[in-house]
């Protein structure tokens, strides 16, 4: 077997190795924290729960249901294997479901508003381990990606409009309190996607305004070890040619960088900025493409 071709298998089993683990946690952050207290997950998992709540359904068996005509839609209209993936995500996700449903017996947390915090990090770091890998745990996923592909709406526009409906519907049965706890979940759950996504990994961007551009850019090479780009730039008011530098650095090189500018040129315009997630050589190389 070639060597691009093992590459290609250990992405393949990392990446259903990753959803595995992430669907696992999904499902114990539900009966561990969000179903003790009346909370909702999103999308269908949600509308499971309100049923669960109402009827006694089995959640993830009615998950499982819910999801065969999305998963009709999906793979009909969706590339083969994002479509696989994705079916493997919602089957473990459903399967870990109902087999971790004991835990609701006994809750996590008694307080409501930490089950909330505690539910959203927990879901937050299983959906965000799946997402990293590109894959996918089904329900309303499905859904905003088809949107978004024949109909040009944004994903996270229409999963919020979904929740938005499901929030209406649990504050009409069980009252605003169990609604407003959901919220704060999903919030939560969203910024700690977004951490998982980015591998706590945020770099800083660096901008350099300079008449030392050359020896900034030196030192920065010597001393910090990252490589340097020249951007041209002219002065507006001088109109004199300028190189701009720029770098890409992590936040213990962003405090060597400081001095060495400080100490080069003064006077020295310095822009430092956020990069939530940079892909290239030198920096994670991107491994799971569709």
């Known amino acids: 077997m070639r060597m691009a071709d093992r590459t290609e298998w250990r992405q393949v089993a990392e990446r259903y190795a990753i959803t595995t683990l992430g669907g696992l946690i999904c499902g114990v952050s539900i009966n561990a924290f969000y179903v003790p207290h009346y909370m909702l997950s999103g999308g269908i998992a949600g509308i499971a729960m309100i049923l669960h709540y109402l009827l006694a359904w089995p959640i993830g068996l009615q998950m499982a249901i819910l999801n065969i005509p999305l998963f009709y839609a999906a793979y009909r209209f969706m590339d ?6 994705a079916l493997y995500g919602m089957l ?55 949107v978004k592909k024949y109909f040009a709406y944004n994903v996270g526009h229409v999963t919020l409009g979904i929740n938005g409906v499901l929030m209406a519907v649990a504050a009409f049965l069980f009252g605003f309190k169990p609604a407003m706890f959901t919220l704060i979940a999903m919030y939560v759950g969203a910024m700690t996607i977004d951490k998982v996504i980015a591998g706590f990994n945020t770099k800083k961007t660096v901008l350099i305004v300079s008449d030392c551009s050359e020896q900034i850019a030196a030192a920065i090479m010597k001393e910090v070890g990252r490589g340097v780009t020249f951007i041209k730039g002219q002065g507006a008011f001088t109109r004199e040619d300028k190189k701009v530098v720029f770098v890409v650095v992590s936040l213990t090189q962003m405090a060597k960088i400081k001095p060495i500018v400080d100490a080069t ?17 030198g920096f994670t190389l991107p491994k799971y493409r569709d």
């Open 80 to 85: 083969k294997a994002y479509f696989f993936c």
């Open 92 to 146: 473990i996700f459903t399967a870990a479901v109902d087999a971790t449903s004991f835990l609701t017996a006994r809750p996590a947390v008694d307080d409501t508003m930490l089950a909330a915090i505690f539910g959203g990090l927990v879901s937050g770091i299983g959906s965000g381990l799946v997402f990293r890998v590109n894959g996918s745990l089904g329900g309303t996923d499905i859904v905003a990606m088809l």
């Open 265 to 281: 040129d003064p006077h020295a315009l310095m822009i430092v900025q956020d990069a939530v997630e940079v892909l290239g050589h």
